[in-house]
């Protein structure tokens, strides 16, 4: 089935359009993926790429197509001879016709049109077929054969560049979103540490506690006020990353939505372990090109350099009617099939090499590069079946992890409510209380963390099996 690649043009112009008159955009996840498949350089590299062994396939088709030439030739020659100057002029036109065909025969066909007082034409046809060096598809179509295996991989790097930015630009955004509930989380604390400054300092007033308590919890909200401008400073980093993976000016204002977590979680469904090791398998670029380039190229030059040691043998035809001299009979069109002036000739030129040992050894080197490629595919095909089994066992992990998280979580708010009524009891002392706040704030980081966490697992398990462009349904026009 044909790929295409959608590029959804209409959300370029609106980008495009905003931009230029300063406006503020505001991006979705979705909306940040069509606009890098887009712009992003690395997609348009890998295009133009594919562009160049497009047209580099075609050239090796036209091999096989009539070639066409013409020659045109003015002489003008002075001698002088016995004292007396001679001057003649001649003209002449040679049109070629020429063809190679799949099978190793070359045949040519030359128009001679020379014009010296009289217009003697001549044509040349020649035939040469190689008889068994160079004989057949095999070797006379190899570098075809090549173009279009590189075409081929040409396409799947495209492919896989466009499922690399894809994963590029969703963990970018992932860290973006997890900045901006970092500052949420660091801003609730803030609050909840003046809280406790206000509430201290009421209880001072009261007599209910010494003067030393005001400033291990003023501490606590100067820390929380510090980190929550380094949190702001981290904001602007992911944003700048994000920006980079769409591919579009890093001064542009942008502002991107919030993620609906469950919502992307259900986006991305999880095989067996079987599953994904087969789908690993047969939609790895790398796994993929490996075997191409073993089955094709490294073949294919083991199959040319045994030709290189063979005998060659060629059957030569030629076939030569008119270029005669003078007039009469010898000028003219009728020149050509009157039989005044013919000639032809067959001959079998044959070459015997004899302990040709660049021959041997470029033999020797196929046959080892060809043993060297099949053991880096099965090396291959164990690296990748086991990134297939990390990659699914990351997953559950990683959602064992959010679960645990999640409950610790609950736990810790609950602890630090108990923990605040205690304060205000004056059953503990402020150094009590910030470390209760310091456990859930910790306990809030984590639990984002491994939201965060899990939701790149599903991200890069998808792009493992190759199914990014499916999910978030890309389709692939190749220029």
């Keep these: ?87 003649t002029e001649s003209w002449g036109v040679q049109p070629v016709v020429s063809l190679n065909t799949p099978i190793g025969t070359q045949v040519s066909l030359t128009s001679v049109n020379n014009v010296s007082g009289h217009y003697n034409p001549a044509l040349n046809l020649q035939v040469i077929q190689p008889l068994i060096r160079g004989f057949g598809r095999a070797i006379v179509e190899a570098a075809l054969y090549n173009a279009m295996d590189s075409e081929c991989v040409s396409r799947l790097n495209v492919q896989g560049t466009l499922r690399t930015t894809v994963t590029g ?38 007599g ?66 079987n599953e994904t090791k087969r789908r690993t398998l047969e939609n790895d670029i790398q796994y993929q090109v490996a075997q191409i380039t073993l089955h094709g190229s490294t073949k294919r030059n083991l199959e040319s350099a045994i030709d290189n040691t063979r005998w060659q043998l060629n059957l030569v035809v030629n076939a030569v009617g008119g ?14 099939v009157n039989g005044a002036n013919q000639n032809q000739s067959a001959a079998l030129n044959l070459t015997v090499p004899i302990d040709d040992r660049n021959a041997k050894l470029a033999v020797t080197n196929a046959k080892i590069a060809l043993q060297e490629a099949e053991i880096a595919l099965k090396q291959e095909k164990w690296s990748k079946e086991t990134g297939a089994i990390t990659g699914w066992n990351t997953i ?20 630090y409510k108990i923990s605040f009524q205690k304060y205000t ?11 209760a706040q310091q456990r859930l704030i910790d306990q809030e980081q984590a639990t984002l963390a491994a939201k965060i966490n899990y939701l790149k697992a599903l991200v890069a398990l998808d792009q493992q099996i190759g199914s990014t462009l499916k999910t978030w349904d890309i389709q692939v026009r190749y220029w």
């Excluded at 509930?181 to 001072?204: C, G, M, N, W, Y």
């Design 1 to 87: 089935m044909r790929r295409l690649f959608f590029l959804y043009f209409p959300v370029f112009l609106f980008v495009l359009c905003f931009a230029k008159a300063g406006f503020a955009l505001t991006l979705s996840l979705n909306e940040a993926i069509l606009l890098a498949i887009r712009e992003n350089p690395n997609v348009q590299q890998a295009q133009l790429g594919h562009v160049q062994q497009k047209f580099a396939l075609e050239v090796q088709k036209w091999q096989f197509q009539p070639h066409y030439a013409l020659t045109a030739i003015k002489t003008v020659n002075r001698a002088v001879v016995s004292g007396s100057q001679q001057t």
């Design 169 to 206: 630009v969703i963990t970018a955004y992932l860290n973006v979103v997890s900045a901006q509930h970092t500052i949420a989380i660091d801003q609730a604390a803030l609050k909840r540490a003046e809280v406790s400054v206000e509430q201290t300092k009421l209880f001072i007033k009261a």
């Design 425 to 435: 009891y004056g059953l503990i002392d402020s150094l009590e209380l910030q470390s």
């Design 396 to 415: 559950y992990s990683a959602e064992r992890t959010l679960r645990f998280a999640e409950s610790a979580e609950d736990l810790q708010k609950k602890t």
């Design 208 to 273: 209910r506690k010494a003067g030393v308590e005001l400033v291990t919890v003023q501490a606590d909200a100067a820390k929380a006020q510090a980190q929550l401008e380094s949190d702001k400073n981290n904001l602007d980093q992911e944003r700048y990353a994000l920006l980079t993976a769409i591919g579009i000016d890093p001064n542009t204002a942008v502002t991107f939505t919030s993620i609906d977590v469950p919502a992307l979680m259900k986006k991305y469904s999880i095989p067996t372990l």
């Design 323 to 336: 270029s005669g001299n003078g007039g009469g009979i010898n000028a003219g069109t009728n020149s050509l």
